[in-house]
């Protein structure tokens, strides 16, 4: 497996405009979660789902986001509008069950809000 | 909710030397504590981890410590080497039915000196 993978890696944007994050998790993993690391707040959880449904979303900073998985192998985290205070390295993790326990982590999606 | 600290937020050792990074937790509900490592410009990996029927584990040059009754953990580190250098993530979660959460501490700068 290629493990978790993420796109884009960078994205640069201005003031405004819609984000569009996505994330394929690892075949397998029930469990699918969006973090958002900043120098400031270091790793935060943002919402998790479990079988494509949210279980927690008490993470998500505002209604200026959200996230949907259509299906097993999809995931996007959606900011609209965004702002400067968005700027940051946003993580997708999978991983199994339960009692299995490690978080698989994607390599991130560097976000720039100008 | 639950809530991690961990100190030092950064820490720099002679190599070959020792280092310790501590953790506490605030939720009594929580079984499961983790520790990531974070390279420059990578993503978290897990490198150790244990549960709550265990006081202490170790793999080679690294080992943790659990401490239920007082809620906190730690990583010791031994004979460091250049390559330890990294951001140092301990976590913790409660692996009961219904709840996944992975809440991470604030993270370790660990510097070896060369």
């Known amino acids: 497996d290629a493990g978790v993978i993420q796109s884009p890696r960078h994205e640069v944007t201005e003031m405004g405009q819609e984000v569009t994050l996505r994330c394929k998790p690892i075949s397998g993993h029930d469990y699918l979660f969006w973090y958002r690391q900043t120098m400031m707040r270091g790793l935060e959880l943002l919402i998790y789902?479990?079988?494509?449904?949210?279980?927690?979303d008490s993470g998500m900073p505002e209604d200026r986001f959200s996230a949907k998985m259509p299906n097993a192998s999809f995931s996007t985290l959606k900011i609209q509008p965004s702002e400067p205070r968005d700027s940051a390295v946003y993580f997708c993790a999978s991983s199994l069950p339960l009692a299995a326990g490690e978080l698989f982590f994607g390599e991130g999606s560097r976000l720039t809000v100008l | 909710g639950e809530n991690v600290e961990q100190h030092p937020s950064t820490l720099s050792v002679q190599e070959g030397d020792s280092a310790v990074i501590k953790c506490t937790y605030s939720d009594s509900a929580s079984n499961y504590f983790p520790w990531y490592k974070q390279e420059l410009g990578k993503r978290p990996q897990l490198i150790i981890d244990?549960?709550?029927?265990?006081g202490e584990k170790k793999d080679q040059r690294i080992a943790v410590t659990l401490n239920k009754t007082a809620k906190h953990f730690s990583l010791h580190i031994t004979e460091t080497q250049p390559e330890d250098s990294a951001v140092y993530f301990c976590a913790a979660r409660a692996t009961n039915f219904g709840n996944e959460k992975l809440t991470f501490g604030t993270g370790t700068r660990l510097t070896i000196i060369p």
């Open positions: 244990i549960r709550s029927n265990v």
């Open positions: 789902f479990n079988n494509n449904v949210p279980i927690d």
